[in-house]
């Protein structure tokens, strides 16, 4: 299978805890998004990666929240000191240079509980 | 306000209906428009992109209205397996970030 990859796929925490997801884009895309989905939300911006350089991020992304694509491939969601209220899923993306939002292709998603 | 704006439904329509969905969007300088598809607890997948000239793919037609900032989804025949949430997107000003609805949920029953 060579879509965007992403795991673990189900993360189940404590409150407090830390959590680190992982997405892997499709092999060639240089541009990397990331999304959370409430429910009952659509999908939120969160950041955007052109190969390793993190060019935008959402005010969503608190300082608890922090994203890194070390090498231009694939990328970590870091989040510190979980509260309930990032319960959600956290959706990874790629897209390859120069598209738009025909040729973004999304990840299966990363469900995060915090208990 | 919201940057794109979606009835959220549901809309319960019997096999063989005809539904519409609209959404509206706030920023005049948004560039792309598209409606995504999602099934429940599943990423969202592309439908089709919406251009101003207005679209077809199959039973799927949407249009768009740049003047009102409008954009619609008609499903015509609609099948059991048209029973998802619909996603207007529109393409944030920044050029990166796509700006989804809430969605509008669907439901096709026999």
């Known amino acids: 299978d060579t879509g965007v990859s992403q795991n673990p796929r189900h993360k189940i925490t404590k409150r407090g805890q830390n959590v680190t997801f992982r997405c892997d884009p499709i092999?060639?895309?240089?541009?990397l998004y990331w999304y959370r989905q409430t429910l009952g939300q659509g999908p939120e911006f969160l950041t955007y990666?052109?190969?390793?350089?993190?060019?935008?991020k959402s005010r969503l992304l608190s300082d608890r929240f922090s994203a890194e694509r070390p090498k231009g491939s694939f990328s970590t969601l870091e989040i510190q000191r979980t509260e309930q209220g990032d319960s959600a899923m956290y959706l990874c993306?790629?897209?390859?240079?120069?598209?738009?939002?025909?040729?973004?292709?999304f990840g299966e998603g990363s469900w995060l509980t915090v208990v | 306000r919201k940057e794109v704006e979606q009835d959220p439904g549901p809309f319960n329509v019997p096999e063989g209906a005809t539904v519409a969905f609209n959404c509206t969007y706030s920023n005049s300088a948004s560039q792309s428009f598209f409606w995504y598809r999602q099934d429940c607890r599943k990423e969202p997948k592309l439908l089709m992109s919406?251009?101003?000239s207005g679209n077809e793919d199959g039973r799927f037609t949407a249009q768009l209205n740049r003047a009102s900032q409008y954009i619609s989804l008609l499903i015509r025949d609609s099948k059991l397996s048209d029973s998802a949430t619909y996603l207007c997107v529109v393409n944030a000003y920044s050029g990166y970030a796509l700006n989804f609805g809430k969605g509008t949920s669907l439901l096709v029953t026999p």
């Open positions: 993306a790629s897209s390859p240079e120069g598209s738009s939002g025909n040729t973004i292709y």
């Open positions: 092999s060639e895309h240089n541009r």
């Open positions: 990666f052109q190969n390793e350089a993190q060019l935008e």
């Open positions: 919406v251009y101003s």
